[in-house]
């Protein structure tokens, strides 16, 4: 089931160079951390100037979209997918 959410969250990231590669580890939602234990698929899309950097990633239980604004430096959690 998919629950959507469209809210902003902390994530801790690691940029690489040139802030071209970004790596979320974790990120914490309704107070709760989320440790990432993989990305499952990326993609940027353009928001005018700005980028935008979309990140599926699990938790080892769960599917969440996130993304990064590179305009805004604001992540938002877009959606949950959760088993059953």
């Not at 959507?4 to 801790?12: A, D, L, R």
């Not at 993609?43 to 950097?53: L, Q």
Request: proline fraction near 2%; aromatic fraction near 14%; avoid cysteine.
């Amino acid at each position: 089931m998919v629950t959507e959410v469209n809210e902003p969250v902390k994530v801790g990231a690691v940029f690489g160079d040139n802030k071209k590669k970004i790596k979320p580890v974790w990120f914490v939602w309704s107070g709760q951390k989320y440790d990432i234990r993989e990305i499952t698929y990326i993609w940027t899309e353009k928001a005018g100037k700005s980028s935008i950097h979309h990140f599926t990633v699990t938790d080892g239980a769960n599917l969440f979209d996130i993304s990064y604004s590179a305009d805004t430096i604001v992540w938002t959690l877009h959606s949950i997918e959760t088993a059953g």
